[in-house]
């Protein structure tokens, strides 16, 4: 197995994470981060933030379609830290000028055709189907698309994360998508580089 290789054929990746208020499929969305990626790259986490796009969602016309908050996430919010609490202090985007958004900030990349990766299959691509069922919006991703990155990183099982990155904000819905991406990255090479050293 010393000369075992593997070629990559880099499709268009792309990594979200959202925070709302609640952990129910129906939440209000606070906010949308999602990163462009390639796992056979090895970029830092401020390269990732600075190619990524966050977008804060106005929380009362949310509530008006229906969508909910619950009481035990507001307490888990309030034990937050102050940086985390500021997607707390009101949104203006319309969830409805999402698609049009993630068009401008990423126009080279076929939305439709790239893989989704977000930490979960239950969270954050059920809460935001179920945001575009609320608008009479057509997800981004062809149903064939959504990928699990705990799955994933299942594969990569004894490789250590990397430090958490200066200046990260955890629960920062951009923040956490770049470093869960730095995280895919990191494993894959490490696997990588060990697997032609072997």
Known sequence: MSNWKVEVTEPERLFFDLETLDTANNAVVLSVGITPFKITEQ?????LVDRGFEMLFDVDKQIERGAT???????????????????LNGGTNDPQDFLDACKTDFP???????LWYCHGT??????????????????????????????????FGGIKW??????????????????????????WH?????????
Do not use: C
């Open 190 to 198: 490490t696997r990588m580089n060990s697997a032609s050293d072997g």
């Open 43 to 47: 970029n830092t986490f401020e390269e």
């Open 162 to 187: 990397p430090e958490k990155p200066k200046g990260f904000i955890p629960h920062n819905a951009l923040h956490d998508s770049a470093f869960e991406v730095t995280a895919m990255q990191h494993m």
């Open 122 to 155: 239950h969270f954050d691509i059920a809460i935001m189907q179920n945001l575009f069922e609320r608008y009479s919006m057509k997800a981004p991703w062809h149903y064939q698309s959504p990928r699990d990155a705990r799955t994933w990183m299942d594969f």
């Open 108 to 114: 080279d990349i076929n939305l439709n055709k790239a």
């Open 69 to 87: 908050v619950s009481d035990d996430t507001l307490k888990w919010w309030s034990e937050q830290s102050g940086r985390a609490q500021e997607v």
